[in-house]
């Protein structure tokens, strides 16, 4: 642990596995992050067991994964731990109907977003601890990185401890994913709540959407070819995130050319401007006031009538066509020497 930061960060030798020995592990869902959570655990020697409704989609990944699988009313009754890992939208629900039926005191009640237990749409009752393990990544790249010895940023968080001994049990499962190797802050539910919805909507999901969407059609419009402007606003968008990932925005400064450099400093905050702190700030309030988890809750209950038509509008937006058909040009440059007759006829596209 370090007493450099505002917060507790905690590593794998903060953390003891061991803690979660003779104790089984329901994992409630088999998607993004359920199949990572489970694979991992099992893989650091945990006992889990997989919650799956009857005619799950996921039911055959998670068994061919070698993984025990019931259903979530049954994985609860088998379980000391249990970790809801199904949408956040079907949470109250499955907390309803399979969880609250068969939860008994000293056992622990984990999530990996504090949205339901945040906006009172799950009450626990007393006895029972209830906490978080949040990955701050998409569910794939917690099992990649576990897979490559590497590690998964985490927030950890205690709603209820009622055993005394919440916070090291949570420490241990999330040493068992692989977060304590890169290491996992303690937070609260609500700060997680709604940090994770802004950023998300804000910036790493909602806003550079956007932002790609805004650059490539001003482009395009002017004239400039569909091609050049992909790349130019979507492609190399990865590469310089890697630069600030890697060493934060002056790595990236330092490494682009100094026109570029002058050019972003200049000009940057003429395109993201006040107005869009504002909007920043007014989408936040939205957050904190629950006015944005009302609306999903409301557009859920009616079938997700916008949520189907925005889906679709951004999957018919031009650059994802484009994106399609370049992507497919660089999938054969990354395959190196392994061209087939197919990669072939591209490269001929590619030399024209
Ligand atoms: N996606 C991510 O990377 C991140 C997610 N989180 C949080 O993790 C939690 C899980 O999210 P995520 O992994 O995206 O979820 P997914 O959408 O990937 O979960 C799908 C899984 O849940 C099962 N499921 C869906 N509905 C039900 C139901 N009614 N009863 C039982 N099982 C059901 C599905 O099985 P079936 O085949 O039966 O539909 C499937 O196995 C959420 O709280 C989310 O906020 C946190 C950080 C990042
Ligand atoms: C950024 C989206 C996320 O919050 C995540 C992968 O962390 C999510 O809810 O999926
Ligand atoms: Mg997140
Ligand atoms: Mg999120």
């Not at 945990?46 to 009857?54: A, C, K, S, T």
Request: glycine share 8%.
């Amino acid at each position: 642990m370090t007493d450099e930061f505002t917060t507790d960060i905690y590593y794998d030798d903060d953390a003891d596995v061991s803690t979660l020995d003779d104790e089984t592990v329901a994992v409630l869902g088999y998607g993004s992050q359920g199949h990572a959570h489970a694979l991992n655990l099992h893989e650091s020697g945990i006992d889990v067991v997989v919650g799956l409704r009857e005619d799950s989609s996921s039911r055959s990944a998670a068994e061919a994964d070698g993984l025990t699988v019931t259903t979530p009313a049954d994985a609860v009754k088998q379980a000391s731990y249990v970790s809801v890992l199904v949408p956040d939208t079907v949470q109250a629900d499955v907390y309803e109907n399979a969880i609250e039926p068969n939860l008994e005191s000293g056992q622990t009640l984990q999530f990996a977003h504090g949205l339901n237990i945040h906006y009172n749409q799950i009450q626990p009752p007393e006895g029972v601890d209830v906490t978080m393990v949040a990955p701050k990544s998409p569910g794939h790249l917690v099992r990649r990185n576990y897979e490559n010895d590497e590690g998964t940023p985490g927030l950890l968080a205690v709603y209820q401890d009622e055993t005394g001994e919440a916070d090291e049990r949570a420490l241990a499962y999330a040493k068992a994913i692989g977060c304590t190797r890169a290491g996992v802050i303690e937070t609260t539910f609500r700060e997680e709540v709604e940090s994770d919805l802004f950023g998300e909507q804000a910036v790493l999901c909602g806003g550079v959407t956007s932002l790609v969407k805004h650059g490539y059609e001003t482009l395009v419009d002017a004239g400039y070819s569909p091609e050049i402007a992909y790349f130019e606003c979507l492609n190399e968008l990865k590469l310089i995130v890697d630069l600030m990932y890697e060493g934060g925005h002056s790595e990236m400064w330092d490494s682009v050319s100094d026109t570029a450099e002058y050019g972003g400093l200049s000009r940057g905050d003429r395109i993201v401007d006040e107005n869009v702190r504002e909007n920043m700030e007014e989408t936040l309030e939205e957050i904190q006031n629950g006015d944005f988890t009302r609306e999903w809750i409301v557009e859920n209950q009616a079938g997700r009538p916008s949520y189907t038509q925005l889906r679709q509008a951004e999957k018919d937006h031009e650059i994802e066509e484009v994106g399609e058909r370049l992507r497919d040009l660089f999938a054969w440059a990354d395959e190196g020497t392994e061209t087939d007759d197919e990669d072939e006829s591209v490269r001929v596209q590619a030399d024209d």
